[in-house]
C-alpha cells in the first residue's frame, strides 16, 4: 500500500456517538429496576477511503449521511470508535489527540470558524508560532504571504472577523489552514453558506491552490455540481456508509446506484444551453434517522429497484470490474437500465 | 445564508436579508397576536423575535407622509405608467392580482440611509409563478416583506405602491392590513424552526391562522388542518397534526409552514428561500408538491430564492435583482438562455456546470457594493466588463414585453425573443 | 480586494462609542469617577485622619455640622460618637469601601471565571464535580457565607475580602461555565483544536475572552454588592477594625443617635454609600444593555 496512492487513508472507519443520559436518570432508572436508554447514533460506519497524492475526493450526501463526521476523523478533530486515519502512512491522531500538522481543516461557516475577538492576522499567525513553523518575529511576513496568496491585503491583518463579508472570510479561513503547511485539507461545505458569484471565486481559488501547493483535499460537499467541478474521483455517502465511488464524470454520466441515479435526477439543475430542467424526479420518503438505521441496505424503502433481500442483506461495496465500486444487490449498469 | 456584502455592521443586524433567526412571524403571526390577546394563554410568536405588527407602524409612518411620496426615485422610471400592458405576461388575459409601482424601501443606518429596494416594479397576475432572484444584499427578501408590510423601523416603505386585488397596501392602516395578511396574502419563511412556534403544537398553530380570519368550529378546524397537511403531501397526517415542532423533520416542519400559509386559501403566497435550509431530496419533493398545490389552488407564488437553478423549477417568469434595483425580467427559459444584463449573464457563467470540470469558473470580479456607498449611475458598473462612460448615469428601463432589462449595454440582442415566451 | 476601508473600530471604541450615548451612563461615571478621586485624595483633601486615635479629641464629639473643632477647623459634616470629623472619616471609609469591593471582586472574577472555565471546557466529570460544588456553595445565602467567615476569620482587610471572596466566587463560575460550554462547540473552538493547539491554550486565550460579555455583567453586579456586602458585615461589628471603620461601621455607630437629632453620624455616611452603589449600578445596568445582543437595535 504505497503511501502515495493512500495519501490520506480512512481505514475501516467507524464512528458512533452515544449520548448517555444523565446521572440523575440512570439513578432513577436504576432504583426502579429499569435499564437506562442510550440512544446510539450510528454516524459512520465501517468506511474505508484512500485518496491518492494530489488527487481531490469529493464526499457527497445529505445530512445524516456522515460526510461531515468522516471529514472530522479524516482531519484528527473527531476520533473514530473504530479504525484509523493515516496521512502519508503516519496515524492522524494518537491517544485521542491529534498528532501531526500536516492536514487541516477548512470549515463550512466562515464567520463562525474565525475567533471574532482576535485579529485575523493574530488568528493566522498562532498556529504556525505555536509549532514552531515560523518565528515571532517573522509571523508578519509569513501572516502577509499566506493573506496574498488567498487575494486579500496585507492590510487586512489588522482587522477583525466581523470586517469581512463571507466570502473574504472564508478566504481567511483558507489563509489559516494554509499557514500551517499542509498537505492535505479537508474542506467541509466551504462554499456553501457563500452567493453564487462568490462561490465562483473561492473555487477557483481552490482549484488554483491545489495547482500551486500539490494539495490533496477531501472535498465535502451536498451541491453535487461543485463536487463535479472540483473532484477527480467521488464517494456517494448514505446513512453513513459508502454506496458508490468512482471517477467524477463516469459516476455522473452513468450512475450505478440508484441513490446516485435518483440524488441526480432530483436536483434542480440548468441544461448546457442554460434552460432548466423542469423534469426533475424527487426520491420518495423521508431520510431515515442514524439513530434507527433501517435492516439490510439503509436505501431500500426508497429505493424504486429494491427487492426482498434488499430489506434482509446489507450490500457490500464493491468493484463491478472497472475502477468503480458500488454498495447495491442490484446496481443499475447490470440491470440493463439505460444509462 | 451569510450576507455576503461589505455593509457597515450595524446596518446588517437591520438588513432581514433572509431571516436566519426568524425575525418575523409566519404569515398568520399578527393573527397569532390578535388571538393571544383575546385571552388565550399562548405566548405570542415564535421564540425569538419580533412580530409582524410593529411593520404596521413602519407603514403609519408613510401615511402620516401622505401624498408626499417623492415621484419615484431618480433613476430607473417605468417607460409608460399603463401598468399591466407594460408586463404582459404568458397568460394573456389572466387577472391582475398584485401591482408594485416603483416600490422603494429604505433602512436608516449610521452612513446614511440604504434603499435596500430602489424602484421596483413588476405584477403578477392569477394563477402565476414568479422567481425572484438575487444574491445576498439585492433586497429581494427585503421586497417580499415590503409588500406584506412586515418593514419595521429602522426601515420604512420610502415611496411607491402595492395593489393588492386594486387596494392599495402601503400606507394601509394596521388593522386593515391584518386582515388581508395571511387571508389573501400570506408568506412562507426559510427557517421553520423559527417560522413555527416552538411550544405549540402543530394543530394549536394551525387553529389560531383560522380563527384569525374568521371563526370556524372545532369541527371545521380539525377538518381543514387534516385537509391542508395531506395537500402539502404530509403522510400520517393525523399523528403530525398532535406533534410539537421539533418532533417534525425540517421538510415537515417547512410543509406545516407551507399548509399554514395556504389554509385561508390566499391569493398569494410569497416564498422566501423556503428550501435553502433543506437537503437536495426534500427540496425536490417540495418543488414537485408546491407545483401541483399551486395549479390546484390557482394561488399566485412569488418565489425568492437566490439559486437560479431551483427558482427555475417553478417559475415561469424571473425577476433578477442587484442592489436593490429590478434590472432583469423575462420568461425563465428566455432569461437564462439569453440574458440580457451582464450581471444576470455572469451569474448564469459562474455556476459549476457551465465550466469544464477542473477549469476555471467565469467569475464576477469585486463583490457588492455597499448599499451606503452605491456608485453614480449603474450600480454594476464597476464589476461590468461592458461598461463605458455613459453608465456614470443610470440607466431607464427597457421595456420589450415580454422583457424588460435596465442596462446600456445589454446582451444577446440579436436573438429575437419569442412572442411564446416558452419556459 | 480591499476590506472595508474605514478605520478599523476595535470592539473597544465601539463600546465606548456607544457608552458615550447614553447621558444617565455617563453622569453615572462622572460621579463614580469624582468618588474615586475623592477617595484617592483622601489623605490629603481631608483635614483628619480619622484612623489616628491621636487625632482625637473628645470633646469635639458628636458636633453638629458647620461646627468648628478645636483643632481649628471646621467639620463641615459634624463628627462622630469619636470625635472623628466626619466629612474625613467618609472619604477614608470610601476608601475602604472602593478597596474591599474592587479587590475582592478582582479575585472572585479571576477565581471564578477559571474555575468555571474549565468545568464548562472540560465537560465530563471534571465538569460535574465543579459545578456541583459550585451549586452547593450557591444554596448558601451571601451574607451567611460572608458573616461566618468574617466571624472565623476574625477582623482586618485581608480576612474581609476573603470572606466576600468566598461568597461571591460561585456567581463568576456559574456564569463563566454557562458561556465557555455554548462557546466549546463553536467551529472557531474546533478550528483551534485541530491545528492542533493545547487545550488549555484553546480555553485560556479563546474561549475565556469570548465569555467576557456576560462576565464583565457579573462583575459590575458583584462590586456593588461587595460594596454593600462589606457594609453590611461592618454595620454588624465584623470586618473592619472599631478604629478604622468603614462607612457600614460609622452607619452603625450613628444609629442611636438618630432619634436625638443628630441625624449626621448615620446619615451622611449612608448618603455617600448610597450614591456610590448606585452609580456602580447605573454604570452597570449600561454596560449590561450594550453587552446583551439581543438587545442590540
Request: with cysteine; proline share 7%; aromatic share 6%.
Amino acid at each position: 500500500m504505497s503511501s502515495q496512492t493512500h495519501f490520506i487513508g480512512l481505514n475501516t472507519i467507524t464512528r458512533r456517538f452515544a449520548s448517555i443520559p444523565p446521572f440523575s436518570e440512570r439513578l432513577a432508572k436504576r432504583i426502579t429496576g429499569q435499564k437506562a436508554s442510550t440512544t446510539v447514533v450510528h454516524a459512520v460506519e465501517d468506511v474505508s477511503l484512500s485518496v491518492a497524492k494530489g488527487e481531490t475526493l469529493g464526499l457527497v450526501g445529505e445530512s445524516g449521511c456522515g460526510k461531515s463526521t468522516l471529514g472530522r476523523v479524516a482531519a484528527g478533530i473527531l476520533a473514530p470508535t473504530m479504525g484509523q486515519a493515516h496521512i502519508d502512512g503516519a496515524a492522524v491522531m494518537r491517544d485521542g489527540r491529534k498528532n501531526t500538522t500536516r492536514v487541516q481543516m477548512v470549515f463550512q461557516d466562515p464567520f463562525a470558524s474565525l475567533n471574532p475577538r482576535m485579529r485575523i492576522g493574530d488568528t493566522i499567525a498562532e498556529g504556525p508560532i505555536a509549532h514552531g513553523l515560523v518565528k515571532k518575529a517573522d509571523a508578519a511576513a509569513d501572516v502577509a504571504r499566506w493573506l496574498k496568496a488567498v487575494g486579500l491585503d496585507a492590510e487586512a491583518a489588522q482587522r477583525f472577523p466581523h470586517q469581512f463579508s463571507g466570502g473574504q472570510r472564508q478566504r481567511v479561513a483558507i489563509a489559516r489552514a494554509l499557514a500551517m503547511r499542509p498537505d492535505a485539507l479537508v474542506c467541509d461545505e466551504p462554499v456553501a453558506s457563500l452567493d453564487v458569484s462568490i462561490q465562483a471565486q473561492i473555487i477557483n481559488l481552490f482549484l488554483q491552490l491545489r495547482r500551486d501547493l500539490n494539495l490533496t483535499m477531501l472535498f465535502i460537499s451536498h451541491d453535487l455540481s461543485v463536487v463535479r467541478h472540483v473532484s477527480d474521483r467521488v464517494a456517494i455517502m448514505y446513512l453513513g456508509r459508502i454506496v458508490e465511488l468512482g471517477a467524477t464524470e463516469d459516476i455522473f454520466l452513468s450512475p450505478h446506484h440508484p441513490y446516485t441515479r435518483a440524488l441526480l435526477d432530483s436536483a434542480p439543475r440548468l441544461a448546457a444551453d442554460g434552460a432548466p430542467v423542469q423534469d426533475i424526479r424527487p426520491i420518495s420518503g423521508e431520510l431515515p434517522s442514524p439513530i434507527n438505521p433501517p435492516s439490510g441496505c439503509a436505501f431500500h424503502q426508497r429505493c424504486a429497484f429494491a427487492q426482498p433481500r434488499c430489506s434482509q442483506e446489507l450490500p457490500v461495496l464493491r468493484s463491478l470490474g472497472e475502477p468503480r465500486e458500488v454498495a447495491c444487490h442490484f446496481p443499475l449498469a447490470q440491470q440493463g437500465e439505460p444509462l | 445564508m451569510s450576507a455576503d456584502t461589505n455593509m457597515p455592521g450595524r446596518a446588517e443586524r437591520q438588513f432581514p436579508a433572509g431571516p436566519p433567526q426568524g425575525k418575523l412571524a409566519p404569515s398568520g403571526g399578527s393573527a397569532v397576536r390578535e388571538a393571544t390577546s383575546v385571552g388565550a394563554q399562548f405566548p405570542a410568536g415564535p421564540p425569538q423575535g419580533k412580530l409582524a405588527p410593529p411593520g404596521g407602524s413602519a407603514v403609519h409612518a408613510v401615511t402620516s407622509v401622505g401624498a408626499q411620496f417623492p415621484a419615484g426615485p431618480p433613476q430607473g422610471k417605468l417607460a409608460p405608467s399603463g401598468g399591466s400592458a407594460v408586463h404582459a405576461v404568458t397568460s394573456v388575459g389572466a387577472t391582475l392580482l398584485l401591482q408594485v409601482r416603483d416600490l422603494a424601501t429604505e433602512f436608516a443606518t449610521r452612513s446614511g440611509p440604504a434603499r435596500a429596494v430602489d424602484g421596483v416594479s413588476f405584477d403578477v397576475h392569477a394563477g402565476e409563478i414568479i422567481g425572484l432572484v438575487g444574491e445576498s444584499g439585492s433586497g429581494k427578501s427585503v421586497t417580499g416583506y415590503s409588500i406584506l408590510g412586515l418593514i419595521d423601523p429602522p426601515g420604512r416603505v420610502a415611496a411607491g405602491s402595492v395593489k393588492l386585488d386594486g387596494q392599495e397596501l402601503v400606507g394601509m392602516p394596521r388593522s386593515k392590513l391584518r386582515a388581508l395578511r395571511g387571508r389573501r396574502i400570506a408568506m412562507v419563511f426559510q427557517d421553520p424552526m423559527s417560522t413555527l412556534n416552538a411550544v405549540l403544537k402543530v394543530s394549536t398553530q394551525m387553529e389560531l391562522a383560522m380563527r384569525a380570519h374568521g371563526k370556524p368550529s372545532k369541527q371545521e378546524m380539525r377538518q381543514r388542518s387534516l385537509q391542508a397537511l395531506a395537500k402539502v403531501g404530509i403522510p400520517d397526517p393525523e399523528r403530525r397534526l398532535d406533534a410539537y415542532p421539533h418532533e417534525l423533520s425540517g421538510g415537515m416542519r417547512q410543509r406545516v409552514a407551507i399548509a399554514i400559509a395556504f389554509l385561508n386559501n390566499p391569493g398569494l403566497v410569497i416564498c422566501d428561500e423556503p428550501t435553502t435550509a433543506l437537503d437536495v431530496s426534500i427540496q425536490a419533493q417540495i418543488l414537485v408538491e408546491m407545483r401541483t398545490l399551486v395549479r390546484e389552488a390557482g394561488v399566485s407564488l412569488v418565489w425568492i430564492s437566490h439559486d437560479l437553478a431551483t427558482v427555475s423549477v417553478l417559475a415561469s417568469r424571473l425577476l433578477v435583482m442587484y442592489a436593490g434595483r429590478l434590472i432583469e425580467e423575462g420568461p425563465t427559459g428566455e432569461v437564462l438562455r439569453r440574458p440580457h444584463h451582464p450581471y444576470t449573464q455572469g451569474l448564469i457563467d459562474s455556476l459549476p456546470s457551465r465550466a469544464a470540470p477542473g477549469k476555471d469558473l467565469l467569475q464576477i470580479p469585486g463583490s457588492t457594493p455597499s448599499l451606503t456607498a452605491l456608485p453614480s449611475g449603474c450600480a454594476f458598473k464597476d464589476r461590468c466588463a461592458h461598461a463605458t462612460a455613459v453608465c456614470d448615469t443610470a440607466p431607464q428601463q427597457t421595456v420589450a414585453p415580454p422583457r424588460t432589462w435596465r442596462c446600456h449595454h445589454p446582451l444577446n440582442m440579436g436573438a429575437p425573443t419569442t412572442a411564446q415566451g416558452t419556459r | 480586494m480591499n476590506a472595508a476601508t474605514r478605520p478599523i473600530e476595535t470592539p473597544l471604541r465601539g463600546f465606548l462609542r456607544e457608552f458615550t450615548q447614553d447621558q444617565v451612563a455617563v453622569v453615572a461615571f462622572v460621579v463614580l469617577a469624582l468618588i474615586v478621586l475623592l477617595a484617592l485624595l483622601a489623605p490629603w483633601i481631608t483635614p483628619q485622619d480619622p484612623y489616628d486615635l491621636s487625632n482625637l479629641v473628645l470633646m469635639d464629639a458628636r458636633r453638629p455640622p458647620g461646627h468648628v473643632g478645636s483643632k481649628g477647623f471646621t467639620h463641615w459634616l459634624g463628627t462622630d460618637a469619636q470625635g472623628r470629623d466626619l466629612y474625613s472619616a467618609i472619604l477614608y471609609g470610601l476608601r475602604i469601601s472602593l478597596q474591599v469591593g474592587l479587590m475582592a471582586g478582582a479575585i472572585a472574577f479571576a477565581l471564578g471565571a477559571s474555575l468555571g472555565t474549565l468545568a464548562g471546557f472540560a465537560g465530563g466529570r471534571t465538569e460535574t464535580l465543579i459545578m456541583r460544588i459550585i451549586d452547593l456553595q450557591l444554596s448558601f445565602p451571601a451574607i451567611l457565607l460572608a458573616l461566618v467567615l468574617a466571624a472565623l476569620l476574625g477582623q482586618g482587610k485581608w480576612p474581609l475580602i476573603a470572606a466576600l471572596v468566598t461568597a461571591q466566587y460561585a456567581y463568576f463560575a456559574r456564569t463563566a461555565h454557562g458561556a465557555a460550554s455554548s462557546e466549546r462547540s463553536k467551529d472557531y473552538v474546533e478550528a483551534a483544536l485541530s491545528t492542533p493547539l493545547s487545550s488549555a491554550r484553546v480555553a485560556f486565550r479563546h474561549v475565556l475572552p469570548n465569555c467576557m460579555p456576560p462576565l464583565i455583567v457579573v462583575a459590575t453586579v458583584q462590586v456593588a454588592n461587595s460594596i454593600a456586602l462589606e457594609a453590611t458585615l461592618s454595620f454588624l461589628g465584623l470586618g473592619m477594625p472599631v478604629s478604622e471603620p468603614s462607612l457600614g461601621m460609622l452607619i452603625a455607630n450613628g444609629f442611636q443617635y438618630m432619634l436625638s437629632g443628630r441625624y449626621w453620624i448615620s446619615i451622611y455616611p449612608g448618603i455617600a454609600l448610597i450614591v456610590l452603589i448606585v452609580a456602580i449600578n447605573l454604570v452597570g445596568d449600561q454596560i449590561r444593555d450594550q453587552l446583551n445582543p439581543r438587545l442590540k437595535r
